[in-house]
């Protein structure tokens, strides 16, 4: 709690007041939770910026106090644990889902990770602030952190938080890998974010700094100086006689006179020879965190730094839109929706907060059009009409690939088009991209796929034609409704429904079987439930837990009001809807499709990886599909907790997890989770079985568990996953690419499952010129190849641009294994832009001027992963009161 009687200086004309807690004995500097297996009680990398991330986002609260909702108040947060959802409730309303929010900031702690474990990064010693490269060091932070603010002002928040982790990892290696904590230093450093400020007094390259440490613990081996220096770290730079190692048992140099080291990056000596320093390392490396996101926040404005770690409950909407002569009531119909959402959320937390906006015909696509301002956004909606054109197939697939790079990750995107694809081949990339981008992908078709007449024809077409469009809805956990003109507008309301935080609620068995009910389950924290028919249907019925059944007659009945649309059925339950089984059954020709959704803010969030553990950073390298042959692990991150009825109520619990075939359900087995860290965080682990990761179909799966009072509880996670035959790491160069330039990029292709004959294809969008030494490779079981391609970037580039490189690496003609993919983001900027950032004024003592208004804030550090951190937790104590001014200045 915070002390009634503390004396407050006045520093300035700004003061960040931080109640600085005093730590747990065990803290440290390894990547993320699961290095805590080797150093139990640690701190990683993944608590220092989550915690920060929330700490600064409590502050934006505090200063912003939300519209038509009374301010937050900071003693209502001392003494209890800081959740990423509890803050969402406390500021946009309870039940406010907070899962972009922490997705978001997984992005940024994965990202921070990846420093240690991608070849191109986990060596280099201006990355780590090793080896005395302290001068290099700080100006890769730097870049960084200035790649960070352009590539969110360029609106690519994934890439800016891909810089933004790398820029945090370097940021708290300073106060590990150093000695700035033997120093005696007791602030973050004032000039490390500041490039046009020397760093002073450091070690020069005769100057002796470690005498020799035999033991595995070292704590007097720093010799009595006072110059700034660096452990080295392994072969390359080699060690100089008389300096320091890094330390711990997999780092070579330290078994050369002097041996030992000065790492504080964990509690345990055989990693860390100065272990017991690092928990003044941990608080300065958290403090200099805070420091980054406020140096962010300034240079974004509040608007821009909530887009960039998502601080909104709200998604984004995403049209691509087919602009063909026949499309005037499907044009129409979007603007109608359009109009609706943006009239309907204006102003409130629910106000999407990105508009894109994608057109397609034939031969051409695009351009894309992105914008966070609603007006706009339905001013060039309104302009687009259908002109020309009129036959089939035309280029869906690449605009839907365009809009997927730029919407934001968790989002809907709804395509409207009545005819079938010309570019079927990008199905399998356009299917990853869903995936990587975790974006579902709504097809409303105006043609029945079965019919002779319509459209003009260039040529006959296949009835399986629409069959790409189906693989990229099942990938993306999408769907594609086939309607008719007249109910466009009517069956398009779904947009609406979509982009509020729906779930799909798994059906028993997953696809309609004759004379068999289809079976879901509700559970007490699902509101607004909807089943959703379409088809050839003569009749259907839903029954709810006490036997009240409602036929397909349209109205009100007793479960809820029924919609036709043609071919198209919609029954919105009624609120409250009766907790547990329902069954539905449906008589019909063909296989008609059934989809339950529902609100809830208990959700989850999850993510593959594999386990290091032999090497001198334990964690998890984070992979966003398993790989066959690998020991993988699932971590998932349950969100909503909070929603459980309030502080104190009993939580929910998830035991386990089920794996199921898709598209048939057919049950792959079950998988025990095992909680990491405090309860109240949400996260879990399980090790995905061996004989799945030998599968190469697509997988779905569900959590299960229960809720505080032992009721049943049933999530699907919103889309499948698929085993991928091989890793792919491709990795790009430092900092910008320039205009007029050639960027190298380094690729990685390694097998864990046995021979495979690999062909290599390579694409960049926009269409730089890309050339690859590798388009074939042999590779057998735990076999890797290295290759190198090259992206020139024209002189006509535009300055705040991102380029996608794409890697497909695929088995033989004959092969039925799926392609892997690697996508690489990367920011063009113009040299003239990439400018010194300039220095704001300071003083002798660690202090930097600000120009925000005063506020009272606070840190702490803990386990876990995004869900928060503790604040005044009993089982600490107070450490006590320090006075910071952040230099926000004019970076």
């Known amino acids: 709690m915070l002390p009634a009687d503390v004396p407050l200086r006045h520093l300035g004309p700004s003061v960040l007041l931080l109640l600085q807690l005093l730590l747990p004995s065990a803290s440290a500097f390894f990547p993320n939770i699961w290095s805590l297996l080797a150093a139990p009680g640690s701190i990683t990398h993944q ?24 301010p937050l108040r900071l003693e209502d947060f001392l003494g209890r644990t ?78 800016a938080r891909q810089r933004l982790g790398a820029a945090l990892h370097a940021l708290q290696d300073f106060y590990s890998h150093s000695n700035w904590v033997e120093l005696g230093r007791q602030q973050p450093h004032p000039h490390l974010l500041w490039p046009r400020q020397e760093l002073r007094s450091l070690a020069r390259a005769g100057d002796p700094t470690c005498s020799d440490c035999e033991e595995l613990s070292c704590p007097g081996n720093l010799l009595g100086f006072t110059l700034l220096t660096s452990g080295y770290f392994g072969t390359r730079p080699s060690k100089p006689p008389g300096k320091c190692s890094h330390g711990g048992h997999f780092d070579q140099s330290s078994s050369q006179p002097p041996r030992g080291g000065i790492n504080k990056d964990s509690t345990s000596p055989g990693f860390s020879p100065h272990h017991m320093l690092h928990l003044q390392a941990a608080k300065l490396a958290l403090l200099a965190s805070i420091q980054a ?32 002569g026949s499309m005037g009531e499907e044009i129409n119909a979007a603007k109608i929706q359009a109009r609706h959402i943006v009239e309907q959320r204006r102003g409130t937390p ?19 059009f992105t914008t966070s301002d ?49 570019d079927a081949f990008l199905t399998n990339r356009v299917e990853s991209l869903t995936q990587e981008r975790r974006c579902r992908v709504t097809f409303l078709v105006t043609e029945d796929p079965s019919r002779a007449q319509g459209r003009a024809r260039r040529e006959v077409l296949s009835p399986l034609r629409f069959e790409p469009y189906e693989a990229v809805a099942l990938a993306s956990g999408g769907e594609v409704i086939f309607t008719e003109d007249q109910y466009i507008q009517d069956v398009a309301a779904i947009v609406g429904d979509s982009i509020a935080d729906l779930v799909t609620l798994p059906l028993e068995p997953r696809v309609v079987v004759a004379e068999r009910p289809l079976v879901f389950r509700v559970d007490g924290l699902l509101q607004k439930v909807t089943v959703r028919i379409h088809g050839e249907v003569s009749s259907f019925w839903i029954r709810n837990p006490a036997g009240v059944s409602q036929g397909q007659e349209e109205g009100e009945g007793p479960l809820g009001h029924t919609h036709r649309f043609g071919r198209f059925w919609m029954v919105r339950v009624n609120d409250p809807p009766q907790s547990g089984t ?19 803010s208990l959700d989850f969030l999850f993510h593959f990886g594999i386990p290091m553990e032999d090497g001198p950073h334990p964690g998890l390298y984070p992979l966003t599909q398993p790989v066959a042959g690998l020991q993988t692990q699932m971590l998932v991150e349950v969100t909503g907790l909070g929603s459980r009825g309030g502080p104190g109520g009993p939580l929910p619990h998830f035991s386990h997890v089920v794996l199921r075939g898709v598209p048939q359900g057919a049950e792959l087995g079950q998988v025990p989770l095992e909680p990491r860290g405090p309860p109240e965080r949400g996260l879990l682990a399980a090790s995905l079985p061996p004989t799945l ?43 910008f690419l320039a205009p007029g330039t050639t960027a190298p990029l380094s690729l990685r292709i390694a097998s864990f499952s046995g021979p495979q004959d690999l062909h290599l294809r390579t694409s960049a969008k926009p269409s730089f010129a890309l050339t690859s030494n590798l388009s074939r490779v042999h590779l057998e079981q735990n076999e890797s190849a290295w290759g190198r391609l090259w992206l020139e970037v024209p002189d006509t580039a535009a300055s705040d641009s991102v380029v996608m490189v794409t890697v497909t690496a695929k088995n033989g003609e004959a092969s039925t294994m799926p392609p892997t993919h690697a996508f690489l983001r990367l920011l063009v900027q113009a040299p003239a832009l990439q400018d010194q950032l300039p220095a704001p004024a300071y003083s002798t003592d660690p202090v930097l001027n600000t120009s925000r208004p005063a506020f009272h804030f606070f840190t702490s550090v803990t386990q876990g992963g995004a869900g928060g951190g503790l604040v005044g937790n009993p089982w600490w104590t107070t450490f006590g009161v320090m006075l910071l001014l952040l230099g926000l200045g004019p970076w």
């Open 582 to 600: 329902w069954e539905i059954q449906v008589t019909a020709k063909g296989t008609p499709r059934v989809r339950v959704q529902a609100q809830t």
């Open 693 to 735: 990761l030998s599968t190469s179909g697509p997988f779905s799966l569900e959590l299960v568990g229960q809720d505080g009072v032992g009721r049943g509880l049933h999530r699907a996670a919103p889309q499948p996953c698929a085993v991928v035959p091989v890793l792919l790491e491709l990795s790009g160069p430092p900092g």
């Open 293 to 324: 996101f406020n140096l962010l926040r300034s240079r974004l404005g509040d608007r821009g730094f909530s887009r960039l770690l998502d601080i909104t409950p709200a998604s984004s909407l995403s049209f691509v839109l087919d602009t063909t």
């Open 374 to 422: 609603p007006d706009s956004f339905w001013q060039q909606l309104n302009e687009m009409h259908a002109l020309g054109g009129g036959d089939e197939p035309e280029m869906c697939l690449s605009a839907l690939e365009l809009a997927l790079l730029h919407t934001p990750p968790l989002s809907d995107i709804f395509v409207f088009t009545d005819a079938s694809p010309k």
């Open 350 to 368: 629910m106000e999407p907060t990105q508009y894109v906006l994608v057109p397609f015909h034939d031969p051409g696509f695009g351009p894309v």
């Open 82 to 159: 800081l959740l990423a959802d509890d803050l969402f409730a406390a500021y946009f309303g309870p039940g406010s889902p907070s899962r972009r929010f922490r997705a978001a900031l997984g992005e940024v702690s994965r990202a921070n990770a990846a420093q240690d474990f991608l070849p191109t990064s986990k060596n280099d010693p201006d990355l780590h602030f090793d080896a005395e490269r302290l001068g290099q060091g700080r100006t890769r932070l730097v870049e960084a952190l200035r790649e960070t603010v352009a590539a969110a002002k360029a609106l690519d928040y994934t890439l």
């Open 47 to 70: 608590d220092l910026t989550e915690e920060a991330a929330l700490n600064v986002t409590l502050h934006l609260f505090l200063e912003q106090p939300p519209p038509g909702r009374p």
